[in-house]
């Protein structure tokens, strides 16, 4: 083998066991000053919310299925909440378009009206050479026999 693949193996495999701190370490270390007290959310949090003893023992696996499906319920919620409001951004859209619409219709049909009306044809068509007819309208008869 290579000297540079050799390497010392452990006696024991390492595991989450707490540290003893000697006394020697303790004294060297400078003594920290006590802050000012104040309103801390973190503080305020892990006093009324104690969950330490969750996580003595690991990561609790057991409630993994309950805490992904929360988190599916509230990616849902979200989505739903975007769609909601996207879709409420078009019906005003659309409202407004078709109040715009609505204004050009009833513009149009005034003025279809105006222009449809007997004196305003007869003044339209009197450049061709036609003109309202004096004498009233009258019913053709025709005998039943002669067709």
Do not use: C
Request: zero cysteines.
């Amino acid at each position: 083998m290579a000297p540079n693949l050799m390497t010392k193996t452990a006696a024991a495999p390492k595991g989450n066991t707490l540290r003893v701190k000697h006394e020697e370490e303790a004294k060297a270390k400078p003594e920290v000053k006590a802050r000012k007290k104040g309103f801390s959310l973190f503080k305020w949090l892990d006093k009324y919310t104690n969950v330490d003893f969750l996580f003595q023992e690991g990561v609790p696996t057991k409630y993994l299925p309950h805490v992904l499906f929360l988190t599916g319920i509230t990616l849902f919620y979200i989505g739903n909440t975007h769609y909601a409001e996207k879709t409420i951004r078009k019906i005003a859209k659309i409202k407004v378009e078709t109040e715009d619409l609505r204004a050009d219709y009833t513009t149009l049909k005034s003025d279809y009206m105006g222009a449809s009306k007997q004196s305003e044809v007869a003044r339209n068509v009197a450049p061709l050479g036609l003109v309202e007819s004096s004498s009233p309208p009258y019913q053709v008869e025709v005998a039943e026999d002669e067709y």
